[in-house]
Structures are given as structure tokens and as C-alpha cells.
């Protein structure tokens, strides 16, 4: 039976520990995952306590094993309370001892760690020796945690670099209800949370194919010529772009309808541009169909069109490849060139989170695979083509160092994978630790170089038997004995320490019937139904001695896979992901559609009393952008709005900045908090802050009167009171 993570939770969590109030992030979180289609429901662990989260087993992050944890850290907090002198010497001591608990919660916790250094507060940094030794402390957390692949780090600069905003900072809220961050900020936080955990638990694309004219460059270079075409600071941008992503692992193309020389001469009469032919594994440059184009490059690559993105300015082509090529994602670039980067920068489905060596080796890996086709078809056998590739073949327990790329291949490989379950590098890591599996690495090298790490297994030994979890080999390596020799080596192992056979579950998936039609090839002596599949039963010693022959298994399945892909092959890819680039990449969007979207949730009494004043008027506005209600009566109720005590800290610290009034939170709870009671709250406190001027003024003209000047006063004001009792 396949391994299942210690204590699985009934549903997957967003667990959040922060040093500060962070319940702000909610509504935020919630849009975000109904948005992009991950079913995570978002709670918080009591306020300021990280360091139990962290170390308790038992806490809300510590029992979160399926989840995404979340930790938020204002250092500031943790020297809220000590002397000036002692700020410093608390807050290093607090930062060492931080570091310690996340790397020991990141080993042993089965869920992804998210890890952001929140600003501090202008009033922290108004004391430069303080901030700059905040600020090297604050630096020196993700240097300390960036070995461990199982915590994601996310800075201030790669938020504010994609979200901007006005103001950060709520001082207000911060002094009511440690909120220390106005709403826009959070949006801000939230929605960079939110991308990074949908990179973190879904599927990567593989394929990047670019059109050339009006894209890679503003001109066509069939009629303009080569050398008049110009590669305007938008097109540099979009090629930088995709020069980052192909450093990042991602496979580029071309796709266009071009004659191939005048293609060819532009890179030549170019050299400017950041993007080179080298640069792309293959291409399609004629006439024909782009979809078909794109169809023939799957299969030459071997992938599914699941994984492939396809970019192209022109409406009509990205219509025509949507109609004929089922899962490809298709992006059309904005008709104004100066909103390209952007758009570009808010697709989420480029995030990256763990960028592996194989990641940065792929386009070298895939250049040898087309020298390897080439070679195949030369040959007069596969016997042949086999044996002139001079096969090196290792199989070693997984190292450290290989657990990044384990987990990336347990997400990505769908052909020869007998499971399609899915393991994150932080539950692998905590299944290891626990002594529940042991996990086998496989690497491959022939005459034409390495393919890298492209086979994993995880098992773990039963009575008598040696049950395995995960068996997969990369479409890479398919075809060539290599899973053959996976299987014999297992066989080894299990005669080894006396157990009778292996055993390897089969789950159907959409696309894994390769490793179904190699299991049965092998000559399993027993197959039985198991749940919704098969588990396979192989005598340990006739799995030892097990060898491959050509023709024997399945060889491939290319043309099978690159038009499949009918729907979605991970929760999170059926996101709308050029709508959320094209209307949801600033905050103040964001913001209306996470109101939008809670307001759906809350009853507003009809007919609303109108305001009578411009000051109810002004709050009315305030509290209908805060609730996110289209209108609010001067007798309506907070609360019965929806309005919850966080809410209610924003709502102050919002009147504080538009009516230069402090109030205490006595006002929400002393009775009937309406738009006409704070209206009056405000105006009573305008009225007293008035007095006071006034009295302070009559005291400060006295003070520069002598005694006799005083008096004289004093008598013409008695007999001024004296006249108008009389009349």
C-alpha cells in the first residue's frame, strides 16, 4: 500500500503565526484560493506565539501536515515591551533563537514552510542604530534558511516589487490592536502568500513556445526586413523575461508563421537581444496550423500539451491553438506594448519555487535527447540504437542534496509513474526521518552526456515483503532498460534481507499507462485488485535477475500524452491566469474584488436611512468600503454589517487620517455603534479639543499680564456681566 503522511488533517490548512495581529490576511487568502482553484481553508494561531508554534508538535502548525504553514515576523515585537538599552541584545538573542526553531519545525513538520520579515514601524526606525541593526538582523534570517528546500522565503522588496502601495504602515491600528499595517499593505502581503503557495502545490509547465513577429520583436520580418525590425524596451523586457525562465528550468521554443531564413537572419542581425538561437530547444517556423506545430513539438519532446505555454500577440492564432490544443496554456499579449512586462510579471503560472540543477541543465538535456533521436533513427534495431548509447546506470539512496529534484520529479513525471501521488520535498523529508520509507535515487549517463537525476523509488520494508510507494522514471530516460534495471535492483535489495518478493501498487491515472504495460511485461508471478487498481507481486530473486528486452515494454507513448490533456492534471491549473494578469495585479483591484466578494456575504437593511451631514456622509463612504456593502445607513448597525473587532481598528484608524481625531475602541462597544453615534463621538471630540484651545489661549494671554493688568480685566469683565443681567 502506498505511504500516507502522519496525522493527515481532514481538510488542507493555510496555518499562520505571526508576531503581530495578521487575521487582516484572511479575506485576502480566501479570494486568492477560490480564485486559482486550491481548496485551503485559512486559520491563525494565537497572537505573538511563533516560537511555540514552531517547537509544539501539537500546535496548529505543527499538526498541520498536509497544509501550508505560515509564519510573519515583525522583529520589533519581540522587544516590544524592553527597556531601549535591552532592545537589542532581546532582539538578537530572539532572532538566533527563531532560526533554530524553524529549521527544526521545517525537518520535522510534513507541510511547506512559509518564512517573510515583516517592515518594522517608522516610529522603530526613527532610531537609526536600531534600524540598521534590525535590518541586518531582519537579512540575516533568509541567509540562515536557505539551505533547507523546505522553506520558502518570501522579502518585502519581491512584495512592494509586485505589489506597490501607498502607504504600509497603520500606527493607529498598530497602538489599538496590533495591526500594524493599513488594508492595502495586507492585500499586498496576502496575494504574494498566495502565489507562492500555488507554486509551491502545483505542477510546473515544462514548455515556453514563443510566436517571433509583433512578439519577440515589434515589426515583421518577412516584409519590414530583418534589420528594420526593432526590439522595442517592451520586447527587451518580454526577452529578459524568458531568458530568466529558461535559466529557471523552462524549455523555449519558436512557433511562427514565417519563412525560416528571414526568421534565422533576424537573431543574426540582432545581436543585441537577450534571447539567442541557442537558447531555443526547438522549432516550428512555416505555414502551417500553430496547433499542429505545437502538437509535433509535444511529441518530439515527448510531453504532454499540459505543460506547455504558448505566447503569441495575435487574437486569431491564440483562438485557433485553444480550439486544437486542449490544455495548453495560451497567452495573448496586451495590444499596448508598454503593458507587456507587467502582464508578464503577474502570470502566475511563471512562479518558481525550488530551482533544481537538472532545472538549469534542461535545455543543454533535451538539445542531447534530439541527438539521441537522430541516432535512433539511424539505427538498424533498437538493439543497436541501445547498446551504441553505452548506458550507465546508478542507483543510490537519495542525498540531501537530492531531495529538491526527488520531490520535483514525484510532481512532474506522469508516463512511467505507478502512483499519481504527488509529494512535497517537506513530506518526503519527514517520512525519511520517521523511518517509514527509504528513498533510491537514479541517475542516468550515456555517450552523449547525463540525463540527469531521472528515476526515483520510495519503499519500506514489511514482514516479508519490501512494499513500495513511489516507482517513476522521467520520460527522458523511458524505453531503454533503465526500469528494468530500477525493478532488479529492488529485487536485490529485498533478497538482501531475506524478505520473499517486492510489491508495486498500481493507481491509474490519466496519463500512467506506461508503467501499467512495463509491470505487466515484467512478469509479475501474482496480480490482485487493489482499491482502484493492481498490486503487483514479484518473487525477490526472479526481480534480481530481471533484464530488459528490447521490444519487450512500452516504448513510447508521446503521441497518446500531447493530445490528451483534456482538463485540468492539477488542482490550481484551471486558473483564469491572463484575466488575473490583466485585471488583478494592483492592490486597489484586489482590494475591490476582495470586498466584492465578502459583501456577497453580508445583509444590508433596506431602505438605508440617507446621511444628513457631510461628516455622515464622509464615514458612510468609509464604512461601505470597509464592509464592502454598496451603501450604509446613518442607524445601521456595524456589526450587523459584518463588522468584527479587526474591522473596527481600521475603521479608527481611517477616521484618525480623515478627521484628525483620536477615538478609543470604547466607542465600538459602549453602545450602538452607527454612522449617526460616531458622528457625534467625532463631533463631541471636536467640540472638546476646541475648549481646550481656547482655554489654553485665555491662560497664555494672562500669563503675559502684570497683576494690575489683571485686575482691571477682571473689573471691566464683572461689570460687563453686571450690564447685561440688568437689561
Wanted: proline share 6%; net charge negative; charged share 25%.
Amino acid at each position: 500500500m502506498p505511504l500516507e503522511p502522519a496525522e493527515q488533517s481532514p481538510s488542507p490548512l493555510l496555518a499562520i503565526s505571526a508576531t503581530f495581529t495578521a487575521e487582516p490576511l484572511e479575506g485576502t487568502l480566501a479570494f486568492w484560493m477560490r480564485e486559482v482553484g486550491l481548496s485551503f481553508g485559512v486559520r491563525f494561531a494565537p497572537y505573538n506565539q511563533v516560537f511555540q508554534q514552531l517547537l509544539d508538535p501539537g500546535s496548529l502548525l505543527g499538526a498541520n501536515r498536509n497544509g501550508v504553514n505560515i509564519v510573519l515576523v515583525r522583529l520589533e515585537d519581540w522587544a516590544r515591551f524592553q527597556d531601549a538599552s535591552l532592545s537589542l541584545p532581546v532582539l538578537e538573542e530572539n532572532v538566533r533563537n527563531f532560526v533554530t526553531a524553524a529549521r527544526s519545525a521545517a525537518q520535522s513538520s510534513g507541510a511547506p514552510l512559509i518564512v517573510c520579515v515583516c517592515p518594522p514601524s517608522p516610529s522603530f526606525a526613527e532610531d537609526r542604530e536600531r534600524a540598521d541593526s534590525a535590518r541586518r538582523m531582519g537579512e540575516s534570517v533568509p541567509g540562515s534558511l536557505r539551505d533547507l528546500s523546505t522553506i520558502h522565503l518570501l522579502t518585502i522588496e519581491e512584495i512592494l516589487e509586485l505589489y506597490p502601495v501607498r502607504s504600509v504602515h497603520d500606527p493607529h491600528g498598530d497602538e489599538l490592536g496590533r495591526i500594524p499595517y493599513t488594508p492595502e499593505f495586507f492585500a499586498a502581503l496576502g496575494s504574494a502568500i498566495a502565489r507562492k503557495i500555488r507554486a509551491i502545490r502545483t505542477v510546473p509547465h515544462k514548455v515556453i513556445v514563443l510566436d517571433c513577429d509583433d512578439t519577440l520583436w515589434d515589426g515583421i520580418c518577412g516584409e519590414d526586413g530583418p534589420e528594420n525590425v526593432v526590439v522595442d524596451p517592451p520586447r527587451m523586457a518580454l526577452q529578459q523575461f524568458m531568458l530568466r525562465q529558461q535559466e529557471a528550468g523552462m524549455l523555449l521554443g519558436l512557433c511562427s508563421k514565417n519563412n525560416e531564413e528571414d526568421v534565422l537572419e533576424t537573431f543574426r542581425a540582432h545581436p543585441e537581444m537577450p534571447l539567442r538561437l541557442e537558447h531555443f530547444v526547438e522549432r516550428r517556423i512555416n505555414w502551417e496550423a500553430k496547433s499542429q506545430n505545437l502538437i509535433e513539438l509535444a511529441e518530439e519532446l515527448e510531453l504532454g500539451l499540459d505543460s506547455f505555454i504558448f505566447v503569441d500577440d495575435n487574437a486569431e492564432e491564440c483562438a485557433e491553438v485553444e480550439a486544437n490544443c486542449s490544455g495548453v496554456l495560451v497567452l495573448q499579449l496586451p495590444h499596448e506594448a508598454s503593458r507587456i512586462p507587467r502582464f508578464l510579471e503577474h502570470v502566475w503560472a511563471f512562479d518558481h519555487t525550488t530551482v533544481t540543477e537538472e532545472d538549469r541543465k534542461r535545455t543543454a538535456l533535451y538539445a542531447q535527447k534530439v541527438e539521441r533521436a537522430k541516432l535512433e533513427r539511424q539505427a538498424s534495431s533498437l538493439e543497436e540504437f541501445i547498446a551504441s548509447l553505452q548506458l550507465q546506470v546508478a542507483i543510490e539512496p537519495m542525498s540531501p542534496q537530492q531531495l529538491p529534484r526527488v520531490s520535483q520529479l514525484t510532481q512532474r513525471t506522469n508516463q512511467m509513474n505507478v502512483s499519481p501521488v504527488r509529494r512535497t520535498e517537506s513530506e518526503i523529508q519527514a517520512l525519511v526521518r520517521a523511518g517509514e520509507a527509504e528513498v533510491l535515487a537514479v541517475t542516468v549517463d550515456d555517450r552523449f552526456g547525463s540525463y540527469g537525476l531521472t528515476g526515483v523509488m520510495i519503499y519500506r520494508q514489511d514482514s516479508d515483503a519490501l512494499a513500495v510507494d513511489t516507482f517513476l522514471l522521467s520520460c527522458r530516460a523511458l524505453g531503454r532498460g533503465v526500469e528494468n534495471r530500477m525493478l532488479a535492483r529492488l529485487g536485490e535489495i529485498a533478497g538482501q534481507r531475506g524478505l520473499a518478493r517486492v510489491e508495486v501498487p498500481f493507481l491509474p491515472a490519466r496519463r500512467n499507462r506506461p508503467a501499467l504495460l512495463f509491470l505487466e511485461s515484467a512478469g509479475a508471478q501474482f496480480r490482485e485488485q487493489q482499491g482502484g487498481g493492481f498490486l503487483f507481486r514479484f518473487p525477490a530473486e526472479y526481480a534480481r535477475h530481471l533484464t530488459y528486452r528490447p521490444g519487450s515494454g512500452p516504448a513510447k507513448v508521446a503521441s497518446e500524452s500531447a493530445r490528451g490533456a483534456a482538463t485540468p492534471r492539477i488542482a490550481g491549473a484551471g486558473a483564469d491566469f491572463v484575466r488575473i494578469a490583466a485585471e488583478l495585479s494592483g492592490v486597489e483591484q484586489i482590494l475591490s474584488r476582495v470586498n466584492g466578494a465578502t459583501a456577497g456575504r453580508r445583509t444590508v437593511p433596506s431602505p438605508p436611512a440617507a446621511p444628513r451631514t457631510d461628516l455622515e456622509r464622509q464615514l458612510a463612504g468609509i464604512w461601505a468600503e470597509l464592509l464592502g456593502v454598496p451603501q450604509v445607513g446613518v442607524h445601521d448597525n456595524f456589526f450587523d454589517l459584518g463588522g468584527h473587532s479587526l474591522l473596527a481598528v481600521q475603521l479608527l484608524s481611517r477616521v484618525r487620517q480623515a478627521c484628525n481625531v483620536d477615538l478609543s475602541l470604547e466607542i465600538v462597544y459602549g453602545g450602538a455603534f452607527t454612522v449617526a453615534e460616531l458622528a457625534k463621538a467625532i463631533e463631541l471630540a471636536e467640540i472638546e479639543r476646541a475648549s481646550a484651545d481656547e482655554y489654553s489661549a485665555i491662560l497664555k494671554e494672562l500669563e503675559g499680564l502684570t497683576d494690575e493688568e489683571v485686575r482691571t480685566l477682571l473689573a471691566a469683565e464683572r461689570e460687563a456681566a453686571s450690564s447685561d443681567h440688568s437689561g
